[in-house]
C-alpha cells in the first residue's frame, strides 16, 4: 500500500461547479497535511495546510481532514478554467518529512 | 519578500559525472528540503537541512548529498550521474518544526545524456 494515494484522474468538471479532490494515507500518527497546485512546467504551490479533523476555509477553497478514516480532502467552489493544474496532496508522515501523492490533474471545462 | 530562489533554472549533464545545485530559502525561513520529481510523479523527498545538519533523508543513495550554509543556504550534490537521475529537483523552505509548510522554488531541470 502507498503511503500517499490520490486518483490520478484527469478530473473535468464545468466551469462554475466544485471540484471535489481526494487523498488517502496510510500512517495513523501523521498530524500534518497540505495541499499544492502545480501548474504545467512549474514548481508547487501552496493552497491550504490542515492539521485538525473538520474543515477549514480559505475563499474559494475547504480542506476536509479526517483522521479516523485517513482521508484529506480539497473542495474548490465556483471553479474556473485558471483552476486547471495538478493537486498535490502532501502528508508529513514521521520520519520521513513530507511524503507527496502522485497528484490528481483537473481539467475546468470553459 | 524574496521567495525560494534556486540556481541554475536548466543543466545538462553526461553520465558518471558530478552537479551541484543551489539554494537561498525565504526570508524568515531556516530549514531547507530538497525534492526529486520526475515527470507525472509527485515529488519524492531527499533530504532536509536544519542548523546546518542533516536531519532526515528520504530512500536516495549516498550519491546524493547536501549542504547548508550559516545563511541558510543550501547546495545539492550528486556524484556519478546516472540516466536515471534526470528530473526536476525542487528546494522548499520552512521556518523551524518538521510540520510547517513547505515553500517551494522554481527547481532546476536536470538531465543527464
Known amino acids: 500500500q502507498k503511503e500517499v494515494e490520490q486518483n490520478s484522474g484527469p478530473l473535468s468538471v464545468p466551469e462554475g461547479a466544485i471540484a471535489s479532490l481526494n487523498c488517502t494515507y496510510s500512517?495513523?500518527?501523521?498530524?500534518?497535511f497540505f495541499w499544492y497546485r502545480q501548474y504545467s512546467g512549474k514548481s508547487p504551490e501552496l493552497i491550504m495546510s490542515?492539521?485538525?479533523?473538520g474543515d477549514k476555509e480559505d475563499g474559494r477553497f475547504t480542506a476536509q481532514l479526517n483522521k479516523a478514516s485517513q482521508y484529506v480532502s480539497l473542495l474548490i467552489r465556483d471553479s474556473q478554467p485558471s483552476d486547471s493544474a495538478t493537486y498535490l496532496c502532501?502528508?508529513?508522515?514521521?520520519?520521513?518529512?513530507?511524503?507527496f501523492g502522485p497528484g490528481t490533474r483537473l481539467s475546468v471545462l470553459p | 519578500d524574496a521567495g525560494v530562489t534556486q540556481s541554475p533554472t536548466h543543466l545538462i549533464k553526461t553520465r558518471g559525472q558530478q552537479v551541484t545545485l543551489r539554494c537561498s530559502p525565504k526570508?524568515?525561513?531556516?530549514?531547507v528540503s530538497w525534492y526529486q520529481q520526475a515527470l507525472g510523479q509527485g515529488p519524492q523527498f531527499i533530504f532536509q537541512?536544519?542548523?546546518?545538519?542533516?536531519?532526515q533523508r528520504g530512500n536516495f543513495p549516498d550519491r546524493f548529498s547536501g549542504h547548508q550554509f550559516p545563511n541558510y543556504s543550501s547546495e545539492l550534490n550528486v556524484n556519478a550521474l546516472l540516466l536515471g537521475d534526470s528530473a526536476l529537483y525542487l528546494c522548499?523552505?520552512?521556518?523551524?518544526?518538521?510540520?510547517?509548510?513547505?515553500?517551494f522554488g522554481d527547481g532546476t531541470r536536470l538531465s543527464i545524456l
Open positions: 522548499a523552505s520552512s521556518f523551524g518544526e518538521e510540520n510547517q509548510p513547505q515553500h
Open positions: 526570508s524568515g525561513h531556516d530549514t
Open positions: 500512517d495513523r500518527g501523521s498530524q500534518s
Open positions: 502532501a502528508v508529513n508522515i514521521q520520519g520521513q518529512n513530507f511524503v
Open positions: 490542515i492539521y485538525s479533523n
Open positions: 537541512y536544519y542548523e546546518e545538519e542533516e536531519r
